[in-house]
């Protein structure tokens, strides 16, 4: 008899749970002129946008623009020149708060003679203090101003000494897997380390073909964990030592062209526990041709996450599963801690026309139209849900991009498994124009404000912020994330942290005590958006600085 009561009682919690669940809500907010295959915040009301040297309707100095900044306040967007061709680039913040994209694809094709060969390509941003963009411009020096080596779908991260870590990537155009002939199997630096020549990495080597935009992050020892294809490694900047960890389990595999995500779990004091979590992909055998690959084979629904501590290691990755199958889902930071899953698609594979059977262009299917929230604190098998989540039905699948913004919301942009700008293909399958934003609930609610926040944050320093929070919130639960919001390329965000900060409330609740992370391999310094979120209604985020604000490197730690 107990045991049925206790039944019926956890079956009602389900259904009330489910009830007042928060809605979540998509909404269009118009169009970005070109696709928006890249996407990076580089101010607290702009986002950047890169595409590929095509055919799309934006233009600037009688050409397609293929590089633009959009008004997170009026959706606005206006076009930007880029001189080299940034199509499948990486890129970043570094310290001084510059943003450099990082490589890119050759000269225009089929007709758009105008751009020049971008894979060396750096292209800098310097910080924009105009709200709406206007006098800020994209700075590129191609004869001087570039990478060591040639690099087309590399990634990059910013690593304790303010700089970019550049790795991997193909010399040249691959029409699905990296070759052997074309690999860039080494790591650079932005400013050049070690003479500006790149060093070799065996990881690179041995992760052929599938290893395109290798997923790297900085661990809180100073040393990068490094996922590419289904193997994994800790990597030393200092001596090149790469230690091999445990390949993700059943063979899937997660780099390009089989994109699944990764990320670094949010970071919590006092000990900043690494924890990296990869998410979708696919399972095929990276020997088998794409004409024999179908853009109807099931995407895999596993996520796999390792805890990088020596007892962690020890066990490997531990599997869960997503709602469904993904292809290039997305993962990202929400300023709660949990993570947004969202985009991709359920079937097929990256990449154009190289399968048996494309739809249109499209070598993957079946659009995952739906988001879910994973909770990284809930119960293994618990923690992945989409209660509350609307669904769209506009297809995010190859060359999209979606990012935090610091409003709080996510910015949702582009799709284009076409070579160049294409409107008349099956639906999903067309360049994408539209923008929309996924608002958390809190964007409909009176939420907490920071009012000021210091310009600067010292590791290991307390700062004091003035707050408001609405007195309908809780004031006891209290969390402030201190947020990289990443650079969004091919179904990953280069350098996206979460590092939460120990935070005390004054007792009359308008200010609040911060403690900024410890050190640079914790955070490395850098640009930053504070976001305060009491009893779970997140702030709108604050923009400041991590360190000095100088140019990298930065050794003075
Ligand atoms: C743009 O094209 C028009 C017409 O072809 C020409 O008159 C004009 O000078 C061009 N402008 C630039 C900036 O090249
Ligand atoms: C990882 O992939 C390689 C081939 O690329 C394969 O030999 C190895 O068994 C895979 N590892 C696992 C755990 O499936
Ligand atoms: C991939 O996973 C599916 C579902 O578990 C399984 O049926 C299939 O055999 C696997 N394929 C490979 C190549 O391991
Ligand atoms: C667009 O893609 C379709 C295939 O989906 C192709 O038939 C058509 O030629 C393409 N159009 C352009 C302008 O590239
Ligand atoms: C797309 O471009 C690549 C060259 O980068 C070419 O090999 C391929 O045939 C093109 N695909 C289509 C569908 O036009
Ligand atoms: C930041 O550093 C880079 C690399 O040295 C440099 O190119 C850029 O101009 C610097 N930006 C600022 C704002 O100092």
């Not at 095509?54 to 900044?69: K, V």
Request: with cysteine.
């Amino acid at each position: 008899m107990k045991i049925i009561l206790l039944l019926v009682t956890s079956v009602t919690l389900a259904t009330s749970l489910e009830s007042q669940a928060p809605e979540w809500t998509f909404t269009l907010k118009g169009n970005s002129g070109i696709v928006a295959l890249e996407s990076i915040i580089v101010s607290p009301t702009l986002a950047l946008f890169f595409d590929r040297a095509s055919d799309d309707p934006l233009q600037i100095n009688n050409h397609s623009a293929w590089g633009a900044l959009w008004d997170l306040q009026t959706s606005q967007v206006t076009p930007l020149d880029v001189t080299t061709n940034g199509f499948c680039a990486s890129g970043g913040l570094i310290s001084n708060g510059s943003m450099v994209s990082v490589g890119g694809f050759q000269k225009g094709f089929p007709g758009n003679p105008t751009i020049e060969d971008g894979t060396m390509g750096l292209r800098i941003f310097e910080p924009c203090n105009d709200p709406a963009g206007v006098g800020c411009t994209i700075f590129e020096d191609p004869s001087k101003l570039h990478l060591a080596e040639r690099r087309y779908y590399p990634s990059s991260i910013r690593i304790p000494d303010g700089s970019l870590m550049i790795a991997g990537g193909s010399h040249n155009s691959v029409a699905f897997y990296n070759t052997i002939e074309e690999a860039a199997s080494t790591i650079e630096f932005f400013p050049p380390k070690f003479g500006g020549v790149p060093r070799p990495s065996e990881f690179l080597k041995r992760t052929l073909p599938a290893n395109l935009f290798p997923r790297q992050f900085v661990l809180p020892s100073g040393k990068i964990f490094m996922i590419a294809n289904n193997q994994s490694i800790i990597y030393d900047i200092d001596t090149g030592d790469e230690r091999i960890l445990p390949d993700i389990p059943n063979g899937v595999r997660v780099t390009n062209p089989f994109d699944g995500s990764a990320i670094l779990l949010p970071l919590s004091p006092p000990n900043f526990t690494p924890e990296v979590l990869a998410c979708g992909g696919t399972n095929i055998s990276d020997i088998v041709p794409p004409s024999e690959i179908s853009s109807q084979t099931p995407a895999t629904d596993q996520c796999s996450r390792i805890l990088l501590t020596e007892e962690g290691i020890k066990r490997g990755w531990v599997i869960e599963r997503m709602l469904e199958p993904r292809m290039m889902p997305e993962l990202v930071h929400v300023p709660n801690g949990q993570i947004l899953i969202i985009n991709g698609a359920r079937t097929g594979v990256t990449g154009i026309a190289t399968v048996r059977d494309p739809v249109g262009n499209s070598n993957a299917d079946n659009p995952a139209f739906t988001p879910s929230l994973y909770t990284p604190n809930a119960p293994l098998g618990r923690r992945i849900s989409n209660i509350g989540m609307p669904t769209t039905d506009i297809a995010r699948m190859y060359h999209s991009s979606v990012t935090l913004t610091p409003q709080g919301n996510f910015l949702i942009a582009g799709n284009n498994p076409n070579n160049d700008t294409n409107l008349t293909g099956p639906i999903n399958t067309r360049s994408e124009f539209r923008v929309e934003t996924l608002d958390p609930p809190f964007m409909f609610v009176p939420r907490p404000r920071i009012l000021n926040a210091p310009e600067k944050l010292d590791f290991g320093k307390q700062s004091t912020l003035a707050v408001s929070i609405p007195t309908d919130l809780d004031p006891r639960n209290v969390q402030v994330a201190l947020m990289d919001l990443g650079f969004s390329s091919h179904a990953f965000h280069s350098s996206a942290r979460l590092v939460f900060m120990d935070a005390r409330l004054s007792r009359d609740h308008s200010s609040l005590t911060i403690t900024a992370p410890p050190n640079p391999n914790v955070y490395p310094p850098g640009p930053a958006f504070v976001f305060l979120t009491v009893d779970g209604v997140t702030s709108e985020g604050q923009q400041v600085m991590v360190g000095t604000g100088a140019s990298p490197p930065q050794n003075n730690f």
